[in-house]
């Protein structure tokens, strides 16, 4: 029931919004906040029982299509972090909202395609939570967006349709494929049991791979699947974009995690080495691009291109500690450029652009936005992995568990990460500092009800930080369990991994 | 009474329109005006930030000639805020019953809203220590910055720091030490050691003097004009500017000197014998070093010399209120900020109502009182300049067009400091400016 319960509660929401009075948009939002907070308790609730909750119902029996709802050390937290961003982003949204009924809805339909895919055990029905999350955000970017939300919008169905053929295509290929040449009597299945439990022959798990590592990168995204990221980032709302960064970017890392590294062991350890270069080459093009950005939504895009870059040659590297690494950055990220959106949503709602050159003296105590600002900074030193924020253990377990597989690709991915320094303090020197434009800094300041999501972002970043195994305890034994699966070589590894702690959940 | 206003009927311009870039400026100043412009609201900014500042300003004078006077070669002056209640009673040589010489209606003791002030602060009644150490008083560090900037730009004219450096003055100087160190060798020898040192310091001290000295009369004007808008006396910009003119002619020859008083004693280090004038003396060298050039001050922006960001000429300083940058105020410690805030402790009724209706209202009022107070000191440096041409040119309605001329050549070489960018008098000229 939980978990029917988690896919619900977005899912009636959704479908009472619309039906609400258009002269009443104060409930229209409290209501979507609210389904968010109440899916994210359920979610919390979720956590507390041992096992964690199973649900297998019925449902196309005939294309192998069934409910396997499931929630474990992967799954759990990131529905955990969908809920909360979902909320959010909800919160973080404009009072006066335009079509706020369709616009929450969308919001919600998102999180229910988010949340669904995380808790299938099912890949056809991962599948089609993946695809369902496409509509939802194509249409949040193409009505909401900035003036070239067109543009933005095709771009973004296009990367998103391929990405989602690709991974349909896959994902069949690998039912039938692996149950169809063993000669199964019955319909092939496509839960993740009978799935791994399915040996496919070398060259095929290697083409099967391919087409999922190209459905996961364009969502992810990593270079050169990227063209739709920056665009898209740069036009959809920014409470939008806290969604698609810190929650739907994340289904490409749980889907190369669940599928690549879990169910094809043996092609991604092929396959790695090309895998981690894209990694790095991602974390340097995201860098650089950063560094010679001009607007602010375009240099948070490609900081976290780059971060992804991180998480990819995590997942590369498949070691029970990068994994974990990969889901703490997973979790980390998602709260970091959450907040960090959050925080341009703020000033560009302010000022009314986040072009660079157009900005300057926000830091200024009294009439500029110095709060916003001062979490902005925050969060940017966050993901430069400073010390005493989430950033830096997510990190630091990435660097560490990678270093013994790819150490060249390590070090530049850690140079790389040196350079979200770099593009913070170019970015504050032109906009915090220097002179406030009186023109246009004929603005309110933030009021209490704005600054809510960011205080609330912000306290996990620093929570993260200061209480590591708040992001890593959830999934250590499934990664663990994972990159087992994958390799000798890191079984010795596991042994310099750190024991479960109280948080962990069965793999 | 001086009056700056040109006589009615002149039609015919004697000379052609200027072509300098405040063209419309100048004609203003030739026509009696104001660098600001006329308008009803000018009037009731500067009129009620005078107000504002006249408070404050009571507690400056008294205390820089409090510490110029009392607290002198304190070697640990922590309690040089804590004027005494001599001083904080000390008639105002220019208004009261017992002034020296009766120019202005105010009273001669400390403004009653300045007493209220230092007893209760933002907080509440308690001890003047605490009031202190929780920084809820009259921010002196403020008038030490702006004497800090005359003692160090020096040189602006008039003789004073000439006589800084002369043999009479070491002689005078000399004799106060050592009369305030008296019975303490470790003070007397290190004064026999570094005499250059503690001379320095002496001479700092004349210029607590000297800046007490000029706000002794600057206060009991700006209430005093306050008191006249109230009144209904006061109804247009050139008016405002035209008592600041007057009043600087009343009190132009008025004496500068420093007295320390040690053990009832007082030792004359710069005797009034030596004829130091206000105007000449303290006016005009605080008009150029506080509202043109000060220095950067620390905090609100980084200046790389080595880039040239900072002029390598003293003369070429532009740091001051005339083209401050006032949207940094609100900075912890700098002056700027420690001004506004005495400031905004004494703002009049319809000063507070006006700023709640621009901007972010009651939040940024310190920003918006900064930048009252740099139109309202556009208005007084009209005023000096009005004065200025008054004491050495012509007057306005001269007929002789080379007269004339000869003002407009003043007039265009005043307004040529303001042809920097950092020159905020393009944004005074407006009301968008807030």
């Not at chain 1, 092929?270 to 995201?286: C, D, H, K, L």
């Not at chain 2, 004027?83 to 020296?100: A, F, M, N, V, W």
């Not at chain 2, 005093?224 to 009043?247: C, I, R, W």
């Not at chain 2, 001004?339 to 109502?353: I, T």
Request: hydrophobic share 50%; aromatic share 10%.
């Amino acid at each position: 029931m939980t978990l029917l319960l988690l896919l619900l509660l977005p899912l009636a929401a959704g479908l009472v919004l619309p039906l609400l009075s258009p002269s009443r948009p104060g409930l229209v939002r409290g209501l979507a906040a609210a389904t968010a907070l109440a899916q994210l308790a359920v979610g919390l609730l979720a956590c507390g029982r041992q096992p964690p909750a199973d649900l297998s119902l019925s449902w196309l029996p005939q294309l192998g299509l069934s409910l396997d709802l499931g929630l474990d050390g992967l799954s759990l937290p990131l529905v955990l972090l969908t809920a909360l961003i979902t909320a959010m982003a909800v919160l973080a949204s404009p009072a006066d909202q335009g079509r706020p009924r369709l616009y929450f809805a969308l919001i919600l339909a998102t999180n229910l395609g988010v949340v669904g895919a995380f808790l299938a055990r099912n890949a056809l029905l991962f599948v089609l939570a993946f695809e369902l999350v496409l509509i939802p955000t194509t249409l949040l970017v193409a009505i909401w967006g900035g003036e070239r939300r067109a543009g933005a919008a095709v771009r973004f169905l296009l990367f998103g349709a391929v990405s989602g053929l690709s991974l349909l295509g896959g994902v069949l290929a690998f039912g039938w494929f692996g149950q169809g040449a063993a000669g199964a009597d019955t319909a092939v299945s496509f839960s993740f049991e009978a799935l791994a439990a399915t040996p496919l022959p070398a060259s095929a798990q290697r083409w099967v791979l391919a087409l999922l590592v190209l459905g996961f990168g364009i969502k992810l995204p990593v270079v050169p699947l990227h063209g739709w990221q920056p665009i898209s980032y740069a036009e959809a709302p920014p409470p939008v974009v806290m969604l698609l960064g810190g929650v739907v970017s994340k289904l490409g890392a749980y889907g190369l995690l669940r599928f690549g590294v879990g169910l094809l062991p043996e092609a991604w350890s092929a396959f790695s080495p090309e895998i981690a270069a894209a990694g790095a080459v991602s974390a340097v093009y995201g860098a650089l691009n950063a560094v010679a950005a001009t607007d602010i939504r375009r240099l948070m895009a490609y900081s976290s291109l780059g971060h992804m870059g991180l998480l990819v040659l995590a997942l590369a590297a498949a070691t029970p500690m990068s994994l974990q690494g990969a889901m703490a950055q997973v979790l980390a990220h998602g709260l970091i450029v959450a907040l960090l959106f959050d925080c341009v949503g703020l000033i560009q709602r302010k000022t009314g652009t986040t072009v660079i050159a157009e900005l300057s003296g926000l830091m200024n105590p009294i009439r500029g936005l110095p709060f916003t600002m001062g979490l902005m900074l925050l969060a940017l030193m966050a993901a430069a992995g400073i010390p005493g924020l989430a950033g830096f253990p997510a990190e630091l377990l990435v660097f560490e568990g990678s270093w013994t597989v790819f150490p060249r690709a390590t070090l530049i991915c850690l140079v790389a990460s040196g350079f979200t320094a770099v593009y913070a303090v170019r970015l504050f020197n032109r906009v915090g500092f220097g002179r406030l434009d009186n023109n246009r800094a004929d603005w309110q300041s933030t009021r209490l009800a704005e600054r809510l999501p960011a205080v609330v972002l912000t306290t996990l970043v620093v929570l993260a930080g200061i209480w590591p195994a708040g992001l890593t305890a959830w999934s250590e034994a499934s990664t663990a369990a994972i990159a087992l699966c994958h390799s000798d070589r890191v079984v010795q590894q596991l042994a310099l991994a750190p024991s479960p702690s109280s948080l962990s959940l069965p793999a | 009474m001086t009056t700056t206003t040109p006589a009615a009927g002149t039609k015919t311009p004697l000379i052609p329109p200027s072509t300098h870039r405040y063209a419309e400026v100048i004609h203003r100043l030739e026509a009696g005006g104001s660098m600001l412009p006329d308008t009803p609201e000018n009037l009731q900014q500067i009129i009620g930030i005078y107000k504002a500042y006249a408070v404050p300003m009571d507690f400056y004078w008294r205390d820089l000639l409090y510490i110029a006077e009392q607290v002198f070669l304190n070697p640990l002056p922590a309690f040089k805020y804590f004027i005494s209640q001599e001083y904080l009673d000390r008639p105002c040589s220019y208004s009261g019953d017992q002034s020296q010489l009766r120019i202005w209606r105010g009273g001669e003791k400390a403004h009653p809203e300045l007493i209220e002030f230092m007893e209760r602060g933002e907080t509440r009644r308690m001890p003047k220590l605490l009031h202190h150490l929780w920084h809820d008083r009259v921010n002196m560090e403020f008038a030490e910055a702006c004497m800090q900037a005359m003692l160090w730009h020096q040189g602006m004219g008039g003789r004073f720091n000439d006589y800084l450096a002369s043999d009479a003055y070491k002689a005078n100087a000399d004799r106060a030490i050592k009369a305030y160190f008296k019975g303490n060798p470790l003070m007397l020898g290190l004064y026999k050691l570094f005499p250059d040192m503690v001379l320095e310091q002496v001479k700092q001290l004349s210029y607590y003097s000297n800046l007490g000295l000029f706000w002794e009369v600057m206060a009991p004007v700006f209430f005093e004009m306050s008191d006249l808008y109230d009144e209904g006396k006061l109804t247009s910009v050139p008016q405002a500017m035209d008592f600041l003119v007057n009043g600087i002619f009343a009190v132009a020859g008025r004496p500068i000197y420093h007295h320390v008083f040690i053990r009832g004693e007082c030792f004359e280090i710069i005797p009034k014998s030596e004829g130091f004038t206000w105007l000449y003396e303290a006016a005009l060298p605080y008009v150029e070093a506080v509202f043109y050039r000060t220095s950067p001050f620390r905090g609100t922006k980084s200046y790389n010399a080595q880039a040239g960001q900072v002029p390598a000429n003293q003369a070429d300083f532009h740091y001051g209120i005339l083209y401050a940058d006032v949207f940094p105020v609100g900075s912890a410690g700098i002056p700027p900020t420690l001004l506004m805030q005495d400031m905004l402790h004494f703002l009049p009724p319809y000063l507070q109502e006006m700023y709640k209706t621009h901007r972010r209202g009651e939040e940024d009022q310190l920003i918006q009182l900064g930048i009252t107070f740099q139109r309202s000191m556009y208005n007084v440096t009209s005023a000096v300049i009005q004065a200025l041409r008054c004491a050495l040119l012509y007057p306005l309605d001269d007929s002789d067009p080379e007269h004339l001329t000869a003002n407009r050549q003043f007039f265009e070489a005043q307004m040529d400091r303001f042809l920097r960018p950092e020159a905020r008098l393009p944004d005074i000229q407006t009301q968008d400016y807030r």
